[in-house]
């Protein structure tokens, strides 16, 4: 009897195919948006912490102030001094304050690490306006902080910002 009611092996062969490629792209689609997810979700902490580390940093070299003795500078009526990757300053308090990155991470004076261990700071530049007195420049002290930062998930992030001294640099 031909009339038997059923499948034949061909025509399950060509379903099992169609299944499995569908199963496949389906899951190939899926896993490609966790990676996606992952790495932006990654992407966002670099951000985040990074974001507070220059807020920090520009918080505190607004706030500066003129080392009128150079206790802090090591340089009488000097601003700011950058070297060996170390920013120092004089904070609105009075007290010595430096940002330095140490391997590759960023401190500050008190050895308190201002990176978390998920970041790797690979570039600390400064670039200094303004920070010595009149008369050898008349411009309001500026510091210019580059940052080079790589996080988890191979994110990695390139930030500068300028910070002007609130305080107004006058002859003294």
Do not use: H, W
Not at 35 to 55: P, W
Not at 144 to 162: D, F, H, N, P, V
């Amino acid at each position: 009897m031909t009339g038997d009611k059923g499948f034949t092996l061909i025509e399950m062969v060509v379903a099992v195919a169609i299944f499995t490629l569908l199963v496949g792209t389906t899951s190939s689609i899926f896993l490609s948006s966790i990676k996606n997810q992952k790495q932006g979700l990654a992407t966002q902490e670099n951000i985040d912490q990074t974001s507070y580390l220059m807020e920090y940093m520009s918080r505190s070299l607004r706030m500066a102030k003129k080392d009128m003795t150079g206790t802090c500078t090591g340089t009488a009526k000097l601003n700011y001094k950058f070297e060996s990757q170390c920013l120092k300053f004089l904070n609105y308090k009075g007290a010595c304050q430096q940002f330095c990155l140490e391997g590759t991470r960023l401190k500050d004076e008190n050895g308190n690490y201002l990176t978390s261990a998920n970041l790797q700071v690979s570039n600390f530049g400064v670039v200094l306006s303004g920070a010595t007195q009149p008369p050898t420049d008349y411009l309001q002290p500026r510091v210019t902080i580059s940052l080079s930062i790589a996080g988890r998930e191979q994110t990695s992030l390139k930030i500068q910002t300028t910070i002007s001294q609130r305080n107004l640099d006058i002859r003294r």
